[in-house]
């Protein structure tokens, strides 16, 4: 069982841990390693873009809109637009 600790570890934006644990654990155990994945690559764009944290989503949201699915293989371009981050 992958544990959600990892994945808080690497996610960018340390809000609500409660209920972005409570939404991890409805992911499947696949879901939950590209859920680890994606966090590591959203954490590293938003560190790149020197994202302000009042424009990354909670975790809970994140996981909910399974926006992981969209930091898998590569590293989204974002200086094309700071609104890719903020959803």
């Known amino acids: 069982i992958l544990e959600f600790n990892l994945f808080w570890k690497h996610y960018p934006r340390k809000a609500n841990k409660h209920g972005a644990n409570k939404s ?3 992911l499947s155990e696949a879901e939950k390693i590209l859920a680890i994945k994606g ?3 959203f ?3 938003c560190e790149e873009s020197k994202t302000e944290e009042q424009f ?3 975790a809970q949201t994140w996981i909910n809109n399974k926006r ?3 930091f898998q293989n590569k ?3 974002v200086t094309k637009s700071k609104n890719f ?3």
């Open 24 to 26: 991890y654990k409805r």
């Open 39 to 41: 966090a590591e690559n």
């Open 43 to 45: 954490r590293q764009v």
């Open 56 to 58: 990354i989503p909670h």
């Open 68 to 70: 992981f699915e969209e």
């Open 75 to 77: 590293k989204p371009d």
């Open 85 to 87: 981050i903020a959803g």
